[in-house]
T-cell receptor
């Protein structure tokens, strides 16, 4: 099915571990984004990508790394997870007018 | 991107119009106003967008003031399923879309 999918949907990890959240879209949209949403708050932009091999920082990039070797994939890596990175992570892609969001990944760092 | 200001919460009676305001006094000439909503913990859903003219689609209407410093999203006949957090953001078209940021939005509660 066409769309944008995130995996895993839920993840529990320990402090200091490396964690990678996956995002895959089937439309070949150029722009892709990663947001985090803390409980009771809006979305904050972590990183975005304008095309394959082009990425840039958003509001809250510290502690995160992204890559975009293929247009359809935009993985987000937490190099050394901290408790403050416990959040719901949303991936999105944009085509002209609309942003399409994935279902989110709920990450808990213990 | 310009910042937006929205009231944290609003109530609306079922069947009545819901009018959600947004201030974006620092909007620049090439930035659009977009509205999204988020139901429970799902990913945000696009509703409508506009540049300077009022817009209407099957979901809602968007009224933008002449000076473009504020806008109002109108849900003409609110239903219980419209209970959600509504986000107003401003951003450039496509090539400037990379810095889309969301504030805390307005939590709309539609009551029977």
């Amino acid at each position: 099915d066409a769309g944008i999918t995130q995996s895993p949907r839920y993840k529990i990890t320990e402090t200091g571990r490396q964690v990678t959240l996956m995002c895959h879209q089937t439309w070949s949209h150029s722009y892709m984004f990663w947001y985090r949403q803390d409980l009771g708050h809006g979305l904050r932009l972590i990183y975005y990508s304008a095309a394959a091999d082009i990425t840039d920082k958003g509001e809250v990039p510290d502690g995160y790394v992204v890559s975009r070797s293929k247009t359809e994939n935009f993985p987000l890596t937490l190099e050394s997870a901290t408790r403050s990175q416990t959040s719901v992570y949303f991936c999105a892609s944009i085509r002209d007018t609309e942003a399409f969001f994935g279902q989110g990944t709920r990450l808990t760092v213990v | 991107d310009a910042k937006t200001t929205q009231p944290p919460s609003m109530d609306c009676a079922e069947g009545r119009a819901a009018n959600l305001p947004c201030n974006h006094s620092t909007i620049s000439g090439n930035e659009y106003v977009y509205w999204y909503r988020q139901i429970h913990s799902q990913g945000p859903q696009y509703i409508i967008h506009g540049l300077k003219n009022n817009e209407t689609n099957e979901m809602a209407s968007l009224i933008i003031t002449e000076d473009r410093k504020s806008s109002t999203l109108i849900l003409p006949h609110a239903t219980l399923r419209d209970t959600a957090v509504y986000y107003c953001i401003v951003r450039g078209w496509n090539t400037n879309a990379g810095k889309s940021t969301f504030g805390d939005g307005t939590t709309l509660t539609v009551k029977p």
